[in-house]
């Protein structure tokens, strides 16, 4: 973001992030969130934070329950009863679905089982599942279970393509291991760790040339990054809404199915996939629902899905394309200043695990420290919260929606007093419970 200051500010200076904030369109929408008292907030890739909006959502819908009973599956606005169907319109365009391939239901690791059920069907020599090295551990016990399940053996099946670095993986790497024995591959749109954004048309376009089932785990992308499934034509996908959706902890989670596949018959049915007109049939025989809605299994929780509609309007005013402009200006500047206030040398010695490249990057930004959970212990201590996953690397997420860049310019001081004034010795070592 170019401002007429930066002639006489320098880019590392506290009234250089204050001009940053003042010439920010999406300022305002700070105000909408409640924000943790005295905290800067960099955790939001974790758990976002709760919006007035969310929190108007979810007071509504107990009022509804109070007041409308069983009678809120019809009555209510909108009904109940189409809940999924109804919030996944809202989602698509974060996705870049048309909305019959949305629905919000069940919970990530929930819906790629029941979308690799359905998908992965291993035949002949095409039996092999790929995966990556540097996946979420959910996905790969999930994956393990599912070769498991068509009698087959993980350790042969399940190929997870290596990093060369311990950080990114090559995209020409995964494409090289689409194969002819390869059924299905799962990969994240966003690397959890890292923040590697994969190139995914590029990906997408390889897997159907190669006859691979293609899905992506969208779980560290949505509501960060903008998508184009159906233009990329990208087979299914699976998030969740707690990161950056803001739609709170457990929140309901998203699916996606390309047209192509509506009418496959989902592996993991249940009667809330049923064809919606006749589900109170209570007939035996299945009819699937059209679109994506045939993967729900069960009834949607009314609670864990109000604060996502009120979050979701949020997204729709403020824009993904907005959004994304300024995470990318937060992610860069934050990266700028840890390189220009020496943060990146001795006596500090950071590192930055995520990609330089902007169309490379998702949300957060992985700052690598030897040090690491001392070091974030030490943060949380002086008020900035960001997270840390093992065995080095505290994650900061700069949330266009709700972080300054003043937010920004705080926590690379904090970085840079911790190591400065030896804070994060007097902490104990070893990472928390949670981390
Ligand atoms: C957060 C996350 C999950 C979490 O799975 P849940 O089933 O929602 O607990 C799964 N995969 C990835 C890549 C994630 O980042």
């Known amino acids: 973001m170019a401002i007429d200051t930066a002639i006489v500010t320098p880019v590392t200076a506290e009234a250089y992030a204050l001009a940053l904030d003042a010439a920010d369109p999406l300022a305002p929408f700070r105000d909408r969130f409640h924000l943790p008292p005295g905290r800067v907030y960099l955790d939001g890739n974790s758990l976002g934070l709760l919006s007035r909006d969310a929190e108007r959502e979810t007071l509504t819908a107990l009022e509804q329950w109070k007041t409308l009973a069983v009678g809120g599956w019809l009555e209510a606005d909108p009904p109940w009863f189409t809940l999924g169907e109804d919030l996944g319109a ?52 999930a994956l393990a279970a599912q070769v498991h399940l068509h009698g087959g053996d993980p350790a042969t099946d399940l190929v997870l393509i290596p990093s060369d670095d311990g950080r990114t993986i090559d995209e020409a790497g995964i494409i090289a291991a689409l194969t002819d024995e390869v059924a299905l591959a799962l990969l994240p749109s966003v690397l959890y760790r890292s923040g590697q954004l994969l190139d995914i048309p590029r990906l997408a376009a390889a897997a159907r040339e190669r006859g691979v089932s ?56 249940g009667w809330w996939g049923y064809e919606k007109a006749r589900q109170f049939d209570m007939a035996f025989d299945w009819r699937s629902a059209e ?29 993904i394309g907005a959004l994304r402009a300024k995470s990318l200006a937060q992610t860069g500047y934050l990266i700028d200043l840890l390189e220009m206030d020496g943060l990146l040398a001795p006596p500090f010695g950071y590192g930055i695990g995520t990609p330089r490249e902007a169309a490379r990057r998702g949300g957060h930004v992985a700052v690598e420290h030897p040090e690491g959970p001392r070091i974030a212990r030490a943060l949380k201590v002086r008020g900035v919260v960001p997270d840390f996953r093992a065995p080095n690397v505290i994650r900061l997420a700069p949330v266009p929606l709700y972080t300054s860049f003043h937010d920004v310019w705080q926590a690379v001081r904090a970085l840079r007093e911790v190591v400065a004034g030896g804070e994060h010795l007097r902490g104990e070592a070893g990472r928390e419970l949670v981390a």
């Open 214 to 269: 293609l899905g992506f785990d969208c779980a560290h992308s949505i509501g960060a990054v903008p998508h184009d499934f159906d233009a990329w034509d990208v087979d299914w996908a699976f998030w969740c809404s707690y990161k950056y959706l803001n739609a709170g902890p457990g929140a309901i989670g998203g699916l996606y199915v390309n047209r192509r596949h509506w009418g496959t018959a989902p592996a993991l049915p």
């Open 90 to 141: 809202m989602t698509a365009p974060l996705v870049g679905a048309e909305p019959g391939s949305v629905v919000v239901a069940g919970g990530t690791t929930v819906n790629l089982h029941a979308l690799v059920a359905t998908f992965y069907r291993p035949e002949g020599r095409r039996r092999k599942i790929v995966a990556t090295a540097l996946d979420f551990p959910s996905d790969v016990y």
């Open 291 to 319: 679109g994506a809605g045939a993967w729900q299994i069960g009834t949607p929780s009314l609670l864990a899905s109000a604060p996502l509609r009120g979050s979701l309007r949020l997204f729709a005013e403020a824009g």
